[in-house]
């Protein structure tokens, strides 16, 4: 017999309070929702930046970083090859024109200088030969004139006497006239032995200035040798500071290689890097003040690099002659260089992310500075951390500088705990 099975009717009504539940709880969302987009986000004032607007003078500046660097160097090298024998001094030691900084060593120079001595010696003692060799011809020369000046006075008192006695007789027209020949020859090969030897006084003369010549020769080559060994000891050349030292003890060095760079003291600059946007900003003869952290300097733009390097642009600062002590080369500075002046204008903290000659939407802190509404700036020129004001601020108005860039609220509540 078969039974027949009655369902349950299920009561509706069980499932309303969960559907009651469900919508309060959506209207609560909806509301809080509503209410936050209202303003009635909180921000604890503790947590806030804020800046206040004022009125008055303002330079513009445009902060850079960099060094000080000696506006003299000199870079010392190897004349020759060489071997470092010793390390005299180290980077950041003063040195003066005649401080040894590195002692080198080339046993070939050594040679060089001792063959050049040889060969000088040799030169000065072949010119004592051929002095001593002049000299003897010149005394032969001497005694060969004195003979035959001799004969020629002879000759000529012979020719005296018998120009008195031919006319009587006694002498020979024929030996007169010998003696008289006699007489000329001796007269005229007197004449050409006296030009002889002012000749040959002038070929030992020339003779002399060539071997002098040859000496000098010797000594230039002597002079180059000795400069090439004296050079092995390096000497800074100039008063300053070694900056960098480039070899180390036993490093073989060829010709030209780099040894030391030597740097100023006194005669320093300041090479800063700034901002490639606002490079365009700075022209030559601009005032500048370089910090060393302990002392500021006040120096002028005196070049500006045209090269970029990693949106960076390198400005060159010069200093004056007189320096605190606390600059030296090396040393890494901060610099503010002042591209203008802005007279009699509004102007407030910059505000995060905020940019010269653009607009940006700020919240204003109210009277009572409980609350902040969402105001529209216009801004004008940037001078470092201030911004100047064109439209939306007034004097003493108080305005968030933080960034709330992510808030769609019109309305702050401010919380002073």
Sequence with gaps: MDVKKIKPK????????????????LLAALTWYVSANAGGTSVKRNNMLFGTVKQGDLQVE??????????????????????????????????????????????ELQQQVNSAIRELSQQKANLRQLKLNQRREILNESGNFAELEARYETAKVRLEAQSGLVKSGIVSVLDYKDSLVQEAQLKKRLKIHQQRTAALKLVNQEAINI?????????GQLDIAQNR????SVKAGFDGVL??????????????????????????????RV???KAQQIFIGQKAIVDTRRDKIVGTVSRIDPVVVENTVEVEIALPDQLPASARPQLSVDAVIITDILTNITYMERPVNGKANTNASLFRLDDSNNTAMRTEVKFGKEAGRYIEILDGGQVNDTFIVSDLSLLKNSELNIENF
């Design 243 to 272: 900056q960098r030292l480039s070899v180390e003890l036993g490093q073989s060095l060829a010709a030209g290689q780099e040894i030391a760079l030597i740097g100023s003291v006194q005669d320093l600059i300041a090479l800063v």
């Design 62 to 107: 445009i902060e850079g970083y960099g060094a000080l660097r000696s506006d003299k160097q000199v870079l010392i090298t190897s004349l020759t090859r060489a071997t470092v024998q010793e390390i005299v001094l180290k980077p950041g030691a003063l040195v003066t024109a005649d401080s040894i900084i590195v002692q080198l060593a080339n046993p």
């Design 229 to 232: 060994l004296d050079r092995l």
């Design 10 to 25: 299920q009561n509706k009504f069980k499932s309303k309070p969960v559907i009651v539940g469900l919508a309060v709880c």
């Design 211 to 219: 071997q002098l010549e040859q000496i000098k020769q010797e000594q």
């Design 275 to 277: 901002p490639q946007s």
